[in-house]
């Protein structure tokens, strides 16, 4: 299993969206769709290849906050993670967990956060994941209850 950053090429987009395609059929995530070329664009590409195959990805970008905000002031750099797939074969190995250290190592001399947004219907593992694993901060959580 090798990790690394990539760039972006027709063909690292062909396969990244195939995997977003297979991450869309599990239905795992609230609205989830597959991604489309123009969702690759300006982002930071790290993978997890097993050979020749992409089993994992993670990918996001560099910004700024705009305002302050209880954790972090107005101008704080961060890396916000778009997304964070691993086959579902490919699960239980660790996988998901060197692809953020990974990227977290290679974007931390640009920023001082790294946040991202879930919508995953398994929140419990992903809690787990961030927060016990990678020593994430629970910030803020949107709730929802349909009435039917």
Not at 92 to 103: E, H, T, V
Request: charge should be positive; proline fraction near 2%; charged fraction near 30%.
């Amino acid at each position: 299993m090798t990790i690394k950053e990539i760039r972006l090429s027709e063909l690292v987009a062909v396969r990244l969206i195939a995997l977003s395609k297979e991450w869309e059929q599990e239905n795992s995530c609230y609205g989830y769709r597959r991604n489309n070329p123009d969702d690759l664009k300006d982002k930071r590409i790290f993978v997890a290849t097993d050979g020749d195959l992409i089993c994992g990805y993670l990918f996001g970008h560099n910004a700024t906050t705009e305002k302050d905000a209880s954790i972090y002031k107005a101008g704080t750099k961060y890396f916000e993670i778009d997304e964070l797939y691993v086959k579902p074969q490919y699960r239980n190995r660790g996988i998901g967990k060197k692809l953020f250290r990974y990227a977290e190592k290679a974007v931390s001399p640009d920023v001082n956060i790294i946040m991202l947004t879930t919508a995953a219907k398994n929140f419990r593992a992903v809690l787990h994941f961030y927060i016990d694993e990678l020593g994430m901060d629970f910030w803020s959580a949107q709730l929802f209850k349909k009435i039917i």
